[in-house]
């Protein structure tokens, strides 16, 4: 309660006032005494979250109401894919600082399914992503596509080549993204059509590891060349340019047409230049 009353500037007797107006209000102890100190009830708790929306909603109305005033103003919350992560976040920031200087970017980073669910919760206001997604009540813009390479360690057999046939590796060790994942869709859906089954020797969550599983002799695996330039400068790994088929990564964004916010519409135009000058275009898209 003392801390309470700190971070407001007001007397501790304020802020005890105020929480017994509220349990005398809904008629319901909302903090539990203790020698310790206070801790809140399940009431308690539920009014927080409530209360936190609440502000929430006010902030971006106040955004809101700036906007009208000739400049977006406000938070926008951008959730990305890791795998677009280290090609995409650096120049989406300097992007929305040059043009949008009183715009906050918030940018949460993970996997695709997460992020979805976050931006239908209304915890993120976009979201970047690798296609095919489900994208059940949002809006999905496709933006172009990655080519894929098949990325092996230097001391692989293969690692001299330029390009090589899918079916050449047929018989390698891959590393590969959870079946949940859609960069798991990259290894399968190509594999199908040179006609064999991987044989994945270690599913992991992120780009980072299965770079690093990659590098350590691990197994092979598929991936967008952009991902990988640091490593490829570095000569820890090498990328061979895939044919027979040739593995292409489609991108997007998705968005909440309910939420509307001017803030969030013109991040939005900047992210979706900057996914734009990712890869090329795919004319199917």
């Not at 690692?159 to 046939?165: D, G, S, V």
């Not at 079946?179 to 992120?206: C, H, I, Q, Y």
């Not at 695996?221 to 991902?227: D, Q, V, Y």
């Amino acid at each position: 309660m003392t801390r309470a009353a700190r971070r407001l500037h007001v007397v501790q007797s304020a802020v005890s006032q105020a929480i017994k107006r509220l349990e005398q209000e809904y008629g319901l102890q909302l903090l539990e005494r203790r020698s310790d100190g206070v801790v809140p009830t399940a009431a308690g708790e539920e009014l927080g979250r409530h209360a936190r929306r609440i502000l929430t909603d006010v902030e971006r109305l106040n955004a809101d109401m700036a906007s009208y005033r000739g400049h977006a103003k406000g938070v926008v919350n951008v959730g990305v894919v890791s795998t677009l992560g280290s090609i995409l976040v650096a120049a989406l920031v300097h992007a929305v600082d040059e043009e949008l200087p009183d715009v906050t970017l918030r940018i949460k980073e993970g996997v695709a399914a997460e992020l979805l669910e976050s931006l239908r919760l209304g915890r993120l206001d976009l979201v970047a992503v690798v296609l095919p997604v489900d994208t059940e009540g949002l809006v999905m813009v496709p933006t172009g596509q990655l080519d894929l390479y098949i990325i092996v360690p230097p001391s692989h057999r293969l690692a001299r080549r330029q390009e090589i046939r899918f079916a050449d590796v047929a018989e390698e060790q891959w590393i590969s993204f959870s079946p949940s994942n859609p960069g798991r869709r990259w290894l399968d859906d190509n594999s199908l059509k040179a006609g064999f089954r991987p044989m994945v020797a270690s599913e992991v969550e992120t780009l980072t590891q299965v770079k690093a599983f990659v590098e350590a002799g691990h197994g092979i695996s598929i991936l967008p060349r952009e991902t990988v330039e640091l490593e490829l400068l570095a000569q820890l790994l090498c990328a061979l340019a895939a044919i027979d088929p040739v593995p292409v990564a489609p991108h997007g964004y998705a968005y909440d047409p309910r939420q509307a916010r001017a803030a969030v519409a013109q991040v939005r135009a900047v992210l979706e230049r900057g996914l734009r000058g990712l890869g090329h275009a795919d004319d199917q898209l």
